[in-house]
Nanobody, 117 residues
Framework: QVQLVESGGGLVQPGGSLRLSCVFS????????MGWYRQAPGKQREMVAI???????NYTDSVKGRFTISRVNAMNTVYLQMNSLKPEDTAVYYC???????????WGKGTLVTVSS
C-alpha cells in the first residue's frame, strides 16, 4: 500500500517562496511518475508539475520559470520549489504517485498554500 504525506505549505507574501515535500511510503518508488497538483476554491484540480522516474519534467504554463519539481529516489521524496509566488497560486497542493504500467494512482491529503499580503 502506498501512502503520500505532504508538508511545507503555509502563508507567504506575494513574491515569496515555499518548498513543498512529499514522502512516499511503500514499495517500488522508482517506478512511479510523481507529480504535484493543486485545487483552488471553486476550481477543478489541475496538474502543476510532474516528473518521471527518469527525471523528465513537465509544468503547467502558469508556473514555468517559477516552480521546480525534483525527486530524490534514495529518500523516496519529491519536492516542489515555488518561487515568485502569486495570489493565484493559492490552493491546496496534492502529491500524486502514478505507476503507468499498472494504472496505479495514489494521492496525498494535501497541503494548503496561501499567497497573500
Amino acid at each position: 500500500q502506498v501512502q503520500l504525506v505532504e508538508s511545507g505549505g503555509g502563508l507567504v507574501q506575494p513574491g515569496g517562496s515555499l518548498r513543498l515535500s512529499c514522502v512516499f511510503s511503500g514499495s517500488s518508488y522508482g517506478f512511479y511518475r510523481m507529480g504535484w497538483y493543486r485545487q483552488a476554491p471553486g476550481k477543478q484540480r489541475e496538474m502543476v508539475a510532474i516528473i518521471t522516474n527518469s527525471g523528465t519534467t513537465n509544468y503547467t504554463d502558469s508556473v514555468k520559470g517559477r516552480f521546480t519539481i525534483s525527486r530524490v529516489n534514495a529518500m523516496n521524496t519529491v519536492y516542489l520549489q515555488m518561487n515568485s509566488l502569486k495570489p493565484e497560486d493559492t490552493a491546496v497542493y496534492y502529491c500524486n504517485a502514478y505507476r503507468v504500467a499498472y494504472a496505479m494512482d495514489y494521492w496525498g491529503k494535501g497541503t494548503l498554500v496561501t499567497v497573500s499580503s
